[in-house]
Each structure stands twice: as C-alpha cells, then as structure tokens.
C-alpha cells in the first residue's frame, strides 16, 4: 500500500541490536566477529553449538522506521515477508541467471483478494512455483486450468494423490 519497507541486516555479534546498525566494512566485520566467538566461546562449548556466525545473524524489517515484528499488523508481517521472498527470486534472477523454484506453503489463506491476485500474477511467469493450499477456491478457472494441481484425499483411513 506504498508503505516504505526496508532491511536491516543483524549480525550476530553486534552488541545491541536494539539500536540502528553501524556501517561497517569486510575487515572490521571480520575482526568483530573473530573476537565476539573468541568472547562466547565457553558459551558455545558449554551449549555444544555455535552461537555466534551467519547462521545467527538476522534481518530486521521495518516499516516506515518502525520494527514490523514490534509495530506492524499481522498483515503487514505477512506482506514483508512475502514480498521479501519475492524479492529475493528477483535477485537469484539477477546474479546467477537462473530462476529458482518457488515454494510457498500456504500462504493464500493470509492474504487479501488483490494480494492474492498480485502474488499469482507474479508466480505464473516462467518460474515453477509450488503452492500449498486447503482452498482451491483462492484461484481463478484460468489459472486452474494451466497448472497441474496434485489433490489429496482421504478414503477410509488411506491417503491418496489425485
């Protein structure tokens, strides 16, 4: 709805990341996280895990400045996130040329008619797109007709796939 969305990227071994993140460039990022896992390293052998890294490092949307997981609706998280997604298909596009499979699970029953209509109109290009739904009823006829869709159904205690 032409709100202004933006991410922050966290890493890990920021102190506080309650405050806006500093800039920083690839030899200082280093050095802070080599001493930051020096610093928790009994920690991490204390837990048996890593604490510190990539794999702890977040991204954090705000909308018009303000956190989303703090101020934002349910519908603006869902909205974030998604387009988020969206956007990082866009940038595999762009830097390895390929197009990655899309999986999204769910995701129709928490979005509105013109969200719906806008996320499929952009699944549909080129790119093969799985999506999970109880609700066929989120499609359009056309749309129907030019997808395979896969169905289950339950018949005395035996799962099949239609």
């Known amino acids: 709805d032409g709100e202004d969305v933006r991410g922050e990227y966290l890493p890990s071994w920021l102190d506080d990341e309650s405050s806006d993140p500093p800039g ?5 990022a280093r050095e802070r996280l080599r001493a930051c896992m020096a610093q928790r390293r009994p920690e991490e052998r204390a837990r048996r895990r890593a604490v510190v890294g990539p794999h702890a490092d977040k991204v954090r949307l705000l909308v018009e400045g303000h956190a989303l997981e703090r101020f934002g609706s349910q519908g603006q998280q869902r909205s974030a996130v998604l387009a988020w997604k969206l956007a990082e298909v866009s940038v595999i596009q762009d830097v390895l040329s390929v197009k990655p499979v899309l999986l999204l699970d769910d995701v129709m029953s928490e979005l509105d008619e013109r969200r719906r209509r806008a996320l ?4 549909v290009g080129d790119m093969q797109t799985f999506i999970t739904t109880a609700n066929l009823d989120y499609f359009d006829a056309s749309l129907l007709d030019a997808a395979r ?8 205690g ?5």
Request: aromatic share 10%.
């Open 158 to 162: 035996v799962t099949t796939v239609v």
């Open 149 to 156: 869709v896969v169905a289950l159904q339950r018949l005395e």
């Open 120 to 123: 499929v109109e952009y699944a």
């Open 24 to 28: 920083f460039g690839r030899d200082e």
